[in-house]
């Protein structure tokens, strides 16, 4: 009985598309899975070109090759889309949205949640559609929510229409959440900083993929291969203390910019050109033990928090890494007490120690990696 409630009355999208999609199938093939639980008697053919329309109405460019596409093959904003597809392709009564656009740009944020009341509306010649929003962002509730529920280390604290809610608030917490906002003074620039990291002429590029058939594919032998550039030639430069915001749509290489620059692209198929230069030295064409060496002063966020922390290391293992390959003169107490430190910095406290990465929230496992990246004190 749940198993026919669920997907075709309830469905789901979920905080982290990474680990929600199979890896080993494509696209097309886990939307069309998710029309034929709702349409078990339509045709192949048609499914797929549903699936196609469900692509295209949540902002997927290029429909009908991004069918055909792996997960691994889509930037973050268009798995979470594709997600969203998923969901939709059901069309359940009720929608239980786990931060729907966590890693969307704002612009398609706002498509996305109008697509939503879109959906909502169309359902409601079919009885109608309730969406539930899991969210900490406040704006999405203002803009999209009629009513708002507030939480508190598993209470609810308060609940009421939105407009009442935001603009008389009755619980502290709540009040608290309404009156805080993000400080947003910025930092005096240190007169003749050095410069820590030069970009120049960057670009990416790979082989042509043919996603029909999910391989490469050239004319003959003896001709060169297309190639795709990701990344056209760029270059930047980001002194001691300042901060470069590098920000563009889905899909726009944000992300392989970042990867680019820190030599994580697979050369196999990658080809990067251009020149980086990381505290004066070559960083690009350094050998791999100069540039362990020099990892140190260079550490990153990564995007998909799940997808960069091992699942078979406890949290303590995993902050401290770093201190064990560069510092590995501290004994265990003091690896322990900088860890302890760094995690009380970023809002969870020494119970998070001996615990896994599955065992904590979306928003907790950002920041476990966030004091990951900071426990080093990089550059």
Known sequence: RIREIRGREIAM??????TALNPLFTIGNQIVEAVQVHEPLMPMEECRHTAIAL???TGIPQPEERFYAYPHQLS???RQRAMIAMALACK???????EPTTALDVSLRLQILDLLKDLQEEAKERGGMAILLITHDLNLVKHFASRVGVLNQGCLVECGPTHEVFSHPTNPYTEQLVNSQPVRELLPLVPLAPVLLTVNQLSVSYPQSNFA???MRWRNWFSKAKRHQVLKPLSLELKQGQTIGVIGESGSGKTTLAMAILGLLGETTAKVEG????LDQPWLSLRPIERRAMRAHLQVIFQDPFGSLSPRMTIFQIVSEGLDVHQPHL????RESRVVEILREVGLDRS???RYPHEFSGGQRQRIAIARALILKPQ
Do not use: T, W, Y
């Open 92 to 98: 359940p009564r009720l929608l239980i949205a786990d």
């Open 275 to 278: 020149d980086v230069s990381v």
């Open 352 to 354: 998070a120690l001996q």
């Open 55 to 57: 692509l295209k109405k």
């Open 331 to 334: 004994s265990h107490d003091e």
């Open 76 to 78: 973050g904003g268009q």
């Open 13 to 18: 999208i979920f905080q982290e598309p990474m």
């Open 213 to 215: 058939n999910g391989s």
